[in-house]
């Protein structure tokens, strides 16, 4: 089992950035593929991001491709979503999941384990 506590949403203006983190215990860290979705009410929660194990591959929706970085550091047990120029259609509840089982997905079933969610709302 993995436990995972998600920081650093807040309100930003649209073209701002904003860094979320994810801190991870439990299993190993380094064992497990993270990813990152966000979720709007009344709708699926939608993948955006995920990362290997050794960080050495990384996926993106095709909607922040380009705007959002995925990393993690291994030694702090710490994933972390780095947003630039971002928009007020990135505003939703940002969730990150741990995979411990298999490679690293796209897909929401095929995460087990997840954080509470951060708020990230993008206004002026």
């Known amino acids: 089992q993995v436990q995972l506590v998600e920081s650093g949403g807040g309100l930003v203006q649209p073209g701002g950035s904003l860094r979320l983190s994810c801190a991870a215990s439990?299993?190993?860290?380094?064992?497990?593929?993270m990813g990152w979705f966000r979720q709007v009410p009344g709708k699926e929660r939608d993948f955006v991001a995920a990362i290997s194990r050794s960080g050495a591959s990384t996926y993106y929706a095709d909607s922040v491709k380009g705007r959002f970085t995925i990393s993690r550091d291994n030694a702090k047990s710490t994933v972390y979503l780095q947003m630039g120029n971002l928009k007020p259609e990135d505003t939703a509840l940002y969730y990150c999941a741990a995979k411990t089982v298999g490679l690293t997905s796209r897909s929401s079933e095929q995460y087990d384990n997840w954080g509470r969610g951060t708020q990230v709302t993008v206004s002026s």
């Open positions: 439990g299993r190993t860290f380094s064992s497990y593929p």
